[in-house]
């Protein structure tokens, strides 16, 4: 596949359509540009986990079904 990106006197440019989605990327993905002898290499950064960014977000919460009943009779003044 051959496509052409045009960069914006900001130095940003748009990918192909064709492009975004065989590299499985979207709004909000990081692109690395790798050099490569004479050539650039384009490749989506993929974290350990599609879930990677949730990572801790309920920290603070109660954990396993006791601690989850704990919190609710707590909540409900028992």
Known sequence: MKKVARITSKGQITVPREVRRALGVGTGDRLLFEEDGTSFRLKPVRSKSRFEKYRGIGKNGPSGREGIN?????????
Not at 72 to 78: E, I
């Open 70 to 78: 704990r919190y609710l009779r707590k909540m409900r003044g028992r």
